[in-house]
Nanobody, 124 residues
Framework: QVQLVESGGGLVQAGGSLRLSCVASGRTSSTYPMAWFRQAPGKEREFVAAINWSGVYTRYADSVKGRFTISRDNAKNTVYLQMNSLKPEDTAVYYC?????????????????WGQGTQVTVSS
C-alpha cells in the first residue's frame, strides 16, 4: 500500500506561482509513473500532468502547457508541480496519483493510489 500526501496549496493572485509537493510513503517504488489531477467545484476531475518513473518523459494538459512543470526526486519519494502564471480558472483541489501499470496516462481510472488533495485558489 502506498500513501500520498500533498502540500503547497494556498491562495495566490492571478499571475503568481505555487509549487505543490507530493510525498509517497509505505510500499513505495520509484518506478511508478505519477500524475497530478485537479477538480474544480461542480466539475469532473481532470488530468493536469504526468511523469514517468525516471522523470525523462512528461505530458501535460493543453490548458497548463508552458505554465506548469512536473518533476520528481526519487531519492525523496517526492513529485512536484511547479505552477507559474496562475489564472483564476486554475482554482481547484489538486490531487497527486500514482499507477502500478507502468505507463503514463491521462485517464484517472488507470491510477491506483491517490492523495487527499490540496486546495489551490487563484484570485483575480
Amino acid at each position: 500500500q502506498v500513501q500520498l500526501v500533498e502540500s503547497g496549496g494556498g491562495l495566490v493572485q492571478a499571475g503568481g506561482s505555487l509549487r505543490l509537493s507530493c510525498v509517497a510513503s509505505g510500499r513505495t517504488s520509484s518506478t511508478y509513473p505519477m500524475a497530478w489531477f485537479r477538480q474544480a467545484p461542480g466539475k469532473e476531475r481532470e488530468f493536469v500532468a504526468a511523469i514517468n518513473w525516471s522523470g525523462v518523459y512528461t505530458r501535460y494538459a493543453d490548458s497548463v502547457k508552458g505554465r506548469f512543470t512536473i518533476s520528481r526526486d526519487n531519492a525523496k519519494n517526492t513529485v512536484y508541480l511547479q505552477m507559474n502564471s496562475l489564472k483564476p480558472e486554475d482554482t481547484a483541489v489538486y490531487y497527486c496519483a500514482g499507477t502500478t501499470k507502468g505507463a503514463t496516462t491521462i485517464s484517472s481510472n488507470a491510477y491506483d493510489f491517490w492523495g487527499q488533495g490540496t486546495q489551490v485558489t487563484v484570485s483575480s
